[in-house]
C-alpha cells in the first residue's frame, strides 16, 4: 500500500492480498462495489488502508469510496466480533416487537447497533429483513435464523452459543 496508508489491516500479507483482490476486480464493470464485497468476504470488513488501493485502481476520490462504503447497511470498517447478532428491524418485526428486543439486546450486550462488546465476543447489527417475516421478530446469530424472538428468547440463544465472559456466574 502507498506511503498514505496507515497500519491496521495493512500489515505486510494483507496489504498485498487486499491489492490483489482489488486488482483482479478493478477492469469490471462498477467494479467499486464488487471490490467491496471481496474484500469484506476476504478479512470480514473494510480496513481504511484498503482505501487508496481502491482510488487508485479505480481512479475515484477517496470521498466517492468513503460514500459508497457508508452508504451500504452491510459493509463494515471494523472488525467484527467472534460472533455477529443480526436484530431485523423492519416493518413486520417492528409491528412484533422489535424495538424492545433491540433495546433488550443492548442492555444485555453494553453496546449500542453496529458496535462489538468488549470482550470481541459479539457484534451487534440490525438488518432490515431476514425473510422470515412470518415469524417475526426474528434474529440471526452468526448466520442462524430464528424467529419468533422474545427478549427471554434471545438471552437464551445467546447463552446457548456465545461464550461467558471470564468470571461471570451466567
Ligand atoms: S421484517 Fe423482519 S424478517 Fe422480514
Do not use: K, W
Amino acid at each position: 500500500m502507498g506511503d498514505a496508508v496507515t497500519d491496521t489491516q495493512a500489515s505486510g500479507g494483507d496489504v498485498e492480498r487486499a491489492r490483489l483482490t482489488v486488482d483482479a476486480l478493478a477492469r469490471l464493470p462498477g467494479a467499486l462495489l464488487p471490490i467491496l464485497h471481496a474484500l469484506q468476504d476476504e478479512f470480514g470488513y473494510v480496513d481504511d488502508a484498503a482505501i487508496p488501493l481502491i482510488t487508485d485502481a479505480l481512479n475515484l476520490s477517496r470521498a466517492e469510496v468513503i460514500g459508497v462504503l457508508h452508504f451500504y447497511h452491510d459493509f463494515r470498517t471494523t472488525p467484527g466480533g467472534r460472533h455477529t447478532l443480526q436484530v431485523c428491524r423492519a416493518e413486520a418485526c417492528q409491528a412484533m416487537g422489535s424495538d424492545a428486543l433491540v433495546r433488550h439486546v443492548e442492555e444485555r450486550l453494553g453496546v449500542a447497533m453496529g458496535e462489538t462488546t468488549e470482550d470481541g465476543a459479539v457484534t451487534l447489527r440490525d438488518v432490515y429483513c431476514l425473510g422470515n417475516c412470518a415469524l417475526s421478530p426474528a434474529v440471526m446469530l452468526d448466520g442462524r435464523l430464528h424467529g419468533r424472538v422474545t427478549p427471554d428468547r434471545v438471552d437464551a440463544i445467546l447463552n446457548a452459543t456465545v461464550e461467558a465472559p471470564a468470571g461471570s456466574t451466567r
